[in-house]
């Protein structure tokens, strides 16, 4: 494994894990991006919420996985 391969993958983990934690302690800073903004007027606040957590989840999941494919 290369180490860009290492970097995107290590990306995706952390990013995953800064979604959790916005989720989690509900940052301001964080919902009040325009994307995060579309998905507060679609699914309220909460709903947002848990789609971020969800994501944040998947990602690291993704960065797990692509790890032990090429590991």
Do not use: H, K, P
Not at 31 to 40: E, H, M, N, W
Not at 54 to 71: F, M, R, T, V
């Amino acid at each position: 494994m290369t180490l860009a391969e290492y970097f995107i993958l290590g990306l995706f983990v952390l990013l995953g894990l800064l979604a959790i934690a916005a989720a989690l302690f509900d940052f301001e800073w964080y919902f009040q991006t325009q994307s995060a903004r579309t998905f507060v007027n679609l699914l309220g606040r909460t709903g947002a919420r848990l789609f971020y957590a969800g994501l944040g989840l998947a990602l690291i999941g993704c960065g797990i996985a692509g790890y032990l494919q090429w590991s």
